[in-house]
């Protein structure tokens, strides 16, 4: 049992948690995610650890509401508990001072990106933040990026807050402008799959954080396989961090809708059950 | 080990067991014909998940138990991985004290209810029996006596809990609540250590609980094993991976002054062989958990399962014939088992074999996939197979499978289970530097104490053998439990 301490919504369908984990929260990294079944019925499902406090005890999750175990998730309050968390899972992500470090987030994808933006800042590199999402509301943590990055830059499809335009066009933009030794991205498949096109057109060494379907998340199950060089590795325990140039980003998103038309299906009737 | 075959030279000459010997002439004793164990209708059971074998009873209980002769030499014992006084809970069984049957199981085995059901007897206890040995016969049926008692004592309401020694308070932590660390959790709390096991998942029981299905060992009995071992005083912390939640540094530091790791069957194999990653492809490992722990075919559980009209499961093991057989359940029309080699090498019981056979499963056995093939939504929907014949015998002893050119032929399947065997789990070898492994991944022990390189650390099952049976993985935890015991006392007494 894990309780929730804090929530807050940063839009509609996008809520912040801060859960108590107090082993979790000692042990974690930049990059870790942890497996997490809100009731006895749920299912497991992983997320990235978007930050920790070691003294408090606690971790932050930041979901989005896409079925029915994430709207469960945003449904609960302050001072309920979720039934299991598991971790830090995964690789932690690999930090060292390389010099400039373009980190594209997309989404929610940002919230993961913050402790790797601090942990990248504090290892003494130059760090641009791109934060990319459809519309102003989705645009997340700018702040604390702000707070720790050397510059932001907000990028939305529909112009209604940053400049306009996807992320891929930011990231050229500063890519143009001076040396990028270095890129990060984390976001939804797609958004990865053009940052790192992009990237690739410059060679620039690229990083994403893979966010793959898991049941058990240790090494066990082989539900998160994807094929990195031609090779099939497991994100849980070999990623999640993968690098992006390698990862067949195709695959990845037909297997991601392997369950699109059954996860359609039970977010409707969850629907029709929460507003009866 | 001498003193093991005293203690059971003193049991034999007790005299109920010499009474019982003279009651009934060993001739008539051998004329009686093995029990055959009651099974659900193949009609009726491959349409749900009850369990396949329903038992012995009280009556056919007591006749087979005639049929042991209770002798001088048990090798039957010597054929147990963990060592059960075998006559001696058979011959309880005879005088009808079916309590006292299960209190002897207890004496060795933590999970009776458990190897009941899903030991290979006919490769260990009942293959060394005096009857198969000597008299050419079939041996008696000693896992379906074993089935007999622990279920009488459970269903009696009366489950006696084994004797443990004064509490130490010594900490010991057992890494993963499969078979084996509970084996090895229920003699180090005999031992009289505080005893908490570490499980990565949010259930406990690991292999018995995601892998095995509810028709072969239901999980609720699986929960009341365990229940008796918390009563033995055993902890149990489930969500939490030692070497990720904490390190094993951490837990020492907690006063924890030695580890048994169980982590069991880890990373699935796959073939390697292209379309491998279509959607509707998945691990056996994957397929049973979504099943047998997430419960994904019960409509009230939230994780979803594919499992279509024409499942093609890869393997020959227990773990094929756990997945084909589940996929039958499901609704499959066509549930295929495809085999590289002959039924004459499968790795499965024959038990399952037959089972799967009567539940109207289909056998390609002498083929192997090469290729799948999807639709345009990226979901398997065939597959192509190459026909094998067998050549010489390979380093398993298993004769050779080699393909036959041009004899590749499509056949469809919208859902393939690939159970070819997995390699050890990664977490504890990645968790500790100096932890020395196999080429395979698999921790290197002393096989009489089970010892790892790092001395707190001793190691069995999957993450030592590489994939193996419950009763072998069980078998290392009993001698691991008795090593890190005289590990422990003499660090203790060198102090």
Redesign the interface.
Same mark, same amino acid.
């Given at each position: 049992m894990s309780k929730i301490l804090e929530k807050e919504f940063f839009s509609k369908n996008v809520v912040k948690i801060v859960l108590e984990a107090p082993e979790i929260a000692k042990s974690r990294k930049p990059g870790h995610f942890v497996i997490i079944r809100i009731d006895a019925k749920g299912e497991r499902i992983p997320l990235t650890i978007a930050w920790a406090d070691e003294k408090k005890g606690t971790i932050t999750l930041v979901v989005q509401k896409v079925g029915v175990t994430s709207a469960k998730l945003s449904k609960l309050n302050t001072g309920d508990e979720i039934m299991d968390v598991v971790g830090p899972l995964g690789q932690a992500t690999h930090i060292e001072k390389v010099g400039t470090v373009l980190c594209a987030g997309g989404g929610v994808g940002v919230a993961p990106m913050l402790p790797i933006v601090d942990g990248l800042k504090k290892a003494g590199n130059r760090v641009i933040t791109i934060l990319a999402a459809r519309s102003k509301d989705l645009i997340i943590l700018e702040d604390q990026m702000r707070g720790i990055s050397d510059e932001v830059i907000v990028m939305t499809d529909d112009g209604s807050y940053g400049k306009q335009g996807l992320v891929t066009a930011g990231m050229e933009e500063v890519i143009h402008r001076e040396k990028v030794d270095l890129c990060f991205t984390i976001g939804p498949a797609i958004m990865m799959k053009f940052a790192s096109l992009t990237t690739k057109k410059y060679n620039i060494p690229t990083m994403a954080s893979l966010n793959t379907i898991m049941v058990d998340g240790t090494g066990m199950c082989g539900a998160c396989r994807v094929s990195v060089g031609g090779k099939t590795r497991f994100v849980c325990v070999d990623g999640p961090e993968f690098d992006a140039h390698q990862v067949d980003f195709d695959e990845m998103l037909t297997r991601l809708g392997a369950y699109k038309d059954q996860e359609f299906e039970a977010y409707q009737k969850y629907l029709q059950t929460v507003e009866a | 080990m001498e003193n093991i075959a005293d203690y059971l030279k003193a049991e034999r000459s007790q005299e109920w067991r010499a009474e019982l010997r003279k009651s009934m002439k060993a001739k008539e004793r051998t004329s009686l014909e093995r029990v055959k164990m009651l099974e659900e209708d193949p009609n009726v059971r491959n349409k749900n998940i009850i369990e396949v074998n329903k038992g012995l009873t009280p009556e056919m209980a007591i006749v087979e138990s005639h049929r042991c002769l209770d002798c001088p030499d048990p090798t039957c014992i010597s054929g147990c991985p963990v060592g059960i006084n075998i006559p001696k809970f058979i011959k309880k069984i005879e005088t009808k004290d079916f309590l006292g049957a299960a209190v002897t199981l207890k004496e060795t085995n933590a999970l009776p209810a458990v190897c009941g059901r899903v030991c290979p007897q006919e490769k260990q206890c009942e293959l060394s029996c005096f009857y198969t040995q000597k008299l050419k016969k079939s041996p008696i049926a000693i896992g379906h006596l074993e089935r007999f008692a622990a279920d009488w004592e459970r269903n009696s309401g009366k489950m006696s809990i084994p004797k443990t020694e004064k509490h130490n308070k010594i900490k010991v932590g057992v890494v993963g609540s499969g078979p084996s660390g509970l084996a090895a959790a229920g003699d180090l709390a005999k031992y009289g250590y505080d005893v908490t096991v570490f499980e990565? $998942? #949010?259930e406990v029981g690991g292999v018995l609980k995601?892998g095995i299905p509810e028709f072969r060992l239901p999980n609720e009995l699986v929960d009341i094993e365990i229940e008796t071992m918390r009563q033995m005083g055993i902890k149990f912390h489930?969500? +939490? *991976?030692v070497g990720? =939640?904490? !390190?094993f540094d951490?837990l020492k530091a907690e006063g924890f002054q030695a580890f048994f790791v169980g982590s069991?069957? %880890? $990373?699935?194999r +796959?073939m390697?062989i292209p379309g491998?990653? $279509?959607? %509707?492809i +998945? !691990?056996s490992?994957?397929y049973l =958990?979504?099943i047998n722990l997430? #419960?994904a075919s019960n409509d009230?559980?939230?994780?979803?399962v *594919?499992s279509g009209k024409h499942v093609a499961v890869i393997g020959g093991g227990n773990t094929a014939m756990d997945s084909v057989r589940t996929a039958k359940r499901l609704g499959a029309e066509k549930a295929m088992i495809i085999y590289r080699r002959s039924e004459t090498e499968m790795p499965a019981r024959n038990e399952e074999i037959k089972h799967a056979k009567e539940e109207g499963i289909i056998f390609m056995n002498l083929h192997s996939p090469t290729e799948y093939y999807g639709d345009e /939504?990226?979901?398997v929907k065939q597959m192509k197979v190459q026909k094998m014949e067998l050549g010489e015998p390979d380093a398993s002893g298993r004769r050779r499978p080699i393909p036959i050119e041009s004899s590749e032929f499509i056949v469809d399947a919208d859902t393939v289970v690939v159970s070819v065997g997995v390699s050890p789990?990664?977490?504890i070898p /990645?968790a500790l530097k100096n932890l020395k492994v196999t080429d395979w991944g698999t921790i290197v022990v002393n096989p009489d104490t089970m010892q790892s390189s790092v001395p707190e650390i001793f190691a069995g099952g999957d993450i030592v053998r590489g994939g193996a049976t419950v009763i072998l993985a069980m078998g290392d935890g009993r001698k691991a439990a008795a090593g890190m015991h005289k590990y422990i006392q003499e660090k203790i007494t060198a102090n």
């Open positions: - | 990565a $998942l #949010h995601y489930t969500n +939490f *991976i990720k =939640t904490a !390190s951490d069991g069957a %880890g $990373l699935p +796959f390697d491998e990653n $279509l959607n %509707g +998945f !691990s490992n994957e =958990t979504r997430m #419960h009230e559980y939230d994780t979803p *594919i /939504k990226g979901r789990n990664p977490l /990645k």
